[in-house]
């Protein structure tokens, strides 16, 4: 994963935890580990925005940017990658929809959905 999808991921995570954030409380919130200019945050948005992984609403004065997918799905599309990436592109998960082997399509959704799983 290169770092700039960690920084999208992060930015998800954050906008989970505290339902929606403005552009100023995601440059305070990254401004200890990554002190990213307005600029750069609002264009990060902007790309989060343009690929319908946000949406931004007007709260009082400010824009606030609202996640529009779940962790869950994210969490899928993560590990569906993953196990391209290790498999090709026939995955454990593509082989065992094609044989039926219903135990590692169970496995797979229980990893995508279970809510406590945290990425590593």
Same mark, same amino acid.
Request: glycine share 2%; with cysteine.
């Given at each position: 994963m290169s770092l700039?999808? /960690?920084?999208?991921? /992060?930015i998800l995570n954050y906008l989970w /935890? *505290? /339902? +929606? =954030? !403005?552009?100023n409380q995601l440059c305070e919130w990254l401004e200890p580990t990554r002190n990213l200019s307005t =600029?750069? *945050?609002t264009g990060l948005m902007k790309q989060l925005e343009e690929t319908e992984q946000? &949406? #931004?609403e007007k #709260? !009082? &004065?400010a824009w606030v940017y609202i996640p529009l997918l779940s962790r869950s799905k994210i969490r899928a599309a993560k590990v569906s990658l993953l196990l391209s990436s *290790?498999? +090709? !592109?026939l995955s454990p998960v593509h082989q065992a929809a094609d044989n039926s082997d219903r135990s590692?399509?169970? =496995?797979y959704r229980h990893a995508c959905?279970?809510?406590d799983w945290q990425d590593a």
């Amino acid at each position: 994963m290169s770092l700039l999808e /960690d920084l999208h991921l /992060d930015i998800l995570n954050y906008l989970w /935890d *505290v /339902d +929606g =954030a !403005s552009i100023n409380q995601l440059c305070e919130w990254l401004e200890p580990t990554r002190n990213l200019s307005t =600029a750069y *945050v609002t264009g990060l948005m902007k790309q989060l925005e343009e690929t319908e992984q946000i &949406k #931004r609403e007007k #709260r !009082s &004065k400010a824009w606030v940017y609202i996640p529009l997918l779940s962790r869950s799905k994210i969490r899928a599309a993560k590990v569906s990658l993953l196990l391209s990436s *290790v498999f +090709g !592109s026939l995955s454990p998960v593509h082989q065992a929809a094609d044989n039926s082997d219903r135990s590692l399509l169970d =496995a797979y959704r229980h990893a995508c959905d279970f809510e406590d799983w945290q990425d590593a």
